[in-house]
């Protein structure tokens, strides 16, 4: 099979997709002005955009960035990010907004490239469009990376434009190799990032063995030079990174899993379409290969302690490929074909409108991109900065958002400290004297109800209580002066 056919949309099908994008559009537009508008507040969003600040400043001020016991420090993140997000944080003097500034830049690069890749799958510049818009919307509707300053939107977007070059036809070394190297920067950005190239390499095997042989070469020589370099930079291997101990809940899996189906439910069973109508185009057999292992891999990370829906973004991704694909190969039936192709895009529409519609009957607004803080909220994150400020000497914070912007040094990441006693790497002995000797001037941590089922607060509340008093409780938790 030559280059792919491209057939001119059915008029139904090309008004009922500029409708829907219009309205997607919007939705984005929306997000993103919010996104960009909130960039520079100092309001903590995710405890893990102070943790990555804070792996950022050792990675670019020749710090230790990898500490091993009996530091309380911990770091199970590559560091190709690190350097990206830190020298833009040299220009704007905070690691934080940088590494927001990035994700917001990688969130519409990524964008790009999925439009980019369902370009190459045969797409339209308008279905194509639609694939991205999708991708965009959802994420902007119902989680909250985008715009956050965490890797993982910036390995997709370095895995996204490596996934498009090596399906780009004619295949060649010009294309493969750039490819497998945005691949493997993918990989070093965040480490879950395993199955684009698996994908990849599956799919070429069955349609393209001479150019599979290539992208396993490219692929191990470069992960082979990475680990390497790694090992020599930092003295530790990179599969430690793979293999930090966590607590595993198969119930945990089980139940995201449900929710992330009842999120998703219309564009799967828009694919289940594709796939069983068009089982022999090959790019519907690619994207239902990403489908399928990008959901078993994501599910099989869920249940893992501290692993929450980001690991189904590459699930989200080649969900948004399908409605695309689907939407161009039905529009080109003759009987029955546009009508179905304009039931995939509405049912986007209509999934997105029930993700919405959910949150603001739940109340549940704040995880919306759209949503700004209040003034309220706004002055209470400034209240605790200067608070946490002003408590001279260490302080142990569960939201590192909070300490990073109080100038604290980093002391201990209570989640991998609790993991490391849940699973029995440490006693615990030696923090709970550090609590017991008043350390630390302030201790911070999140809502009761949120801490009480963390190992960490479950061997230490009772030591802390005992050398502790509450000063005050707010939104962003409570905060722990010594007795």
């Given amino acids: ?65 990898y500490p091993m016991p009996p530091s309380f420090w911990f770091n199970n993140y590559p560091p190709l990010s690190y350097y990206v997000i830190g020298g833009l944080g040299k220009i704007v003097g905070d690691e934080i907004i940088a590494g927001r500034m990035i994700a917001v830049a990688a969130f519409i690069a990524l964008g790009s490239a999925i439009a980019w890749t369902a370009r190459t799958m045969g797409c339209t ?42 399906i780009k036809e004619p295949r060649s070394r010009g294309s493969l190799f750039p490819g497998s190297l945005l691949l493997a920067m993918a990989f070093f950005t965040k480490h879950d990032l395993i199955f684009m190239p698996a994908a990849l390499t599956i799919w070429l095997t069955i349609h393209d063995r001479r150019n599979a042989v290539r992208l396993v070469l490219y692929g ?97 991704i080649a969900l948004a490929l399908c409605c695309g694909v689907g939407i161009n190969r039905f529009s080109q039936m003759t009987r029955g074909g546009p009508l179905v192709a304009s039931l995939i895009a509405g049912g986007c529409l209509l999934q997105l409108v029930g993700i919405l519609a959910f949150r603001l009957a739940t109340n549940n607004i704040g995880e919306l991109s759209w949503h700004v803080p209040d003034a309220q ?18 302080a142990l914070c569960k939201q590192n958002t ?19 006693v849940h699973t029995g790497q440490r006693d615990g002995q030696d923090i709970l004297r550090a609590i017991r000797n008043r350390r630390y001037t302030v201790i911070q941590l999140s809502s009761d109800e949120e801490e009480r089922s963390q190992p960490f607060w479950q061997f230490t509340h009772e030591t802390i209580a005992a050398y502790y008093r509450l000063d005050h409780r707010d939104l962003l938790g409570s905060f722990f002066v010594p007795n």
């Fill in 125 to 166: 510049r308008l279905q194509s469009s639609f694939s991205a818009l999708f991708f965009m919307t959802i994420q902007l509707e119902d989680y909250v990376y985008a715009g956050r300053a965490d890797p993982k939107i910036l390995g997709l977007a370095f895995g996204m434009a490596g996934f498009a070059l090596v």
């Fill in 402 to 420: 909070l300490c990073y912007w109080a100038g604290k040094p980093a002391e201990v990441d209570m989640f991998w400290m609790g993991q490391d």
């Fill in 220 to 316: 191990a020589s470069l992960a082979v030079i990475g680990a390497i370099a790694f090992y020599l930079a930092y003295h530790v291997p990179v599969w430690s990174l793979l293999a930090a101990p966590r607590g595993y809940i198969a119930t945990d899996a089980a139940r995201q899993f449900l929710g992330w189906l009842e999120s998703v439910a219309l564009p799967l069973l828009a694919s289940l379409a594709l796939f069983a109508r068009f089982p022999r185009d090959r790019y519907v057999v690619l994207c239902a290969l990403y489908l399928a292992g990008s959901i078993a891999v994501g599910v099989y990370f869920t249940g893992g302690e501290g692993v929450d829906a980001n690991v189904m973004f590459d699930a989200l």
């Fill in 1 to 65: 099979m030559g280059g792919v056919l491209r057939w001119p949309d059915k008029p139904v099908v090309t008004i009922a997709i500029r409708l829907i994008m219009m309205v997607m559009a919007v939705g984005c537009a929306m997000g993103l002005a919010a996104l960009i508008l909130t960039l520079p507040w100092h309001v903590a969003h995710e405890k893990d955009e102070g943790w990555i600040a804070y792996q950022v400043a050792a990675a670019m001020k020749g710090g230790v960035v």
């Fill in 377 to 394: 909220t706004v002055a209470t994150n400034l209240q605790d900065i200067s608070f946490l400020r002003n408590q001279k000497g260490p």
